[in-house]
């Protein structure tokens, strides 16, 4: 009964895979708008050049949308194919896992196209404009916060926060963004934490230090 129902899943989730998109005109304009921003900071000349890239970045924003939908169905299916729970978490586990090696897939295709018209540095701010710049604003207030970090320490934060726009690239909305930011600020912490540093009193004197600033 179990290998039944998880067959029907997975054709269902084939088939909205293979269906036609249903991202609506609205989101593409909505993506458009995002590829144009972002391709614009990159000061591209060539017009192919620039069109191109904004249509890559925009195809990015479209393809994140359209596997968020088909998770969304695919998750509402096992709801209603599923009465067991323990069987529908076991399930609910295999398919989001399924779905984020497709986000994972899709990112690494999207860099790799990229690669072919722009150059690394521009990458870097293609992936920082699809994330906000939480990376380079997060690695800076870090330094900020503590001036005497060691070159290993800030290679692990830097390290760790290419990690999590990697992951916060693929995420579909701005909440699971940042919430992949988050996630790796809190592994930067108790590393920091293991190396002796009072996490809560670097904060404070630096918030202290940007007052004192603020007021000079």
């Known amino acids: 009964m179990k290998k039944v129902l998880a067959i029907h899943i997975w054709c269902f989730i084939v088939t909205i895979a293979n269906a036609q998109s249903v991202t609506s005109d609205e989101y593409w304009s909505i993506a458009n708008e995002r590829a144009g921003k972002i391709a614009a900071a990159l000061n591209i000349t060539d017009s192919t050049k620039f069109y191109k890239v904004k249509e890559l970045i925009a195809k990015e924003y479209v393809a994140i949308k359209e596997i968020d939908e088909r998770k969304v169905n695919a998750l509402t299916a096992i709801k209603t194919n599923i009465a067991d729970k323990n069987e529908a978490e076991i399930e609910k586990t295999r398919i989001t896992?399924?779905?984020?090696?497709?986000?994972?897939?899709?990112?690494?295709?999207?860099?790799?196209?990229?690669?072919?018209?722009?150059?690394?540095?521009?990458?870097?701010?293609?992936?920082?404009?699809?994330?906000?710049?939480?990376?380079?604003?997060?690695?800076?207030?870090?330094?900020?916060?503590?001036?005497?970090?060691?070159?290993?320490?800030?290679?692990?934060?830097?390290?760790?926060?290419?990690?999590?726009?990697?992951?916060?690239?693929?995420?579909?909305?701005?909440?699971?963004?940042?919430?992949w930011f988050g996630k790796y600020k809190g592994r930067i912490n108790n590393f920091l934490s293991a190396r002796g540093y009072d996490m809560n009193k670097e904060s404070k004197d630096w918030q202290e230090r940007v007052k004192q600033q603020n007021l000079n």
């Open 97 to 179: 896992t399924l779905f984020e090696q497709e986000r994972a897939l899709i990112n690494k295709q999207f860099v790799a196209a990229l690669s072919t018209e722009v150059s690394p540095e521009q990458i870097e701010q293609i992936k920082n404009g699809m994330t906000y710049n939480v990376l380079p604003i997060t690695y800076k207030g870090y330094l900020e916060m503590i001036p005497r970090l060691t070159e290993e320490e800030r290679e692990y934060i830097y390290a760790a926060l290419v990690e999590a726009r990697d992951h916060a690239m693929a995420a579909g909305s701005s909440k699971e963004k940042h919430e």
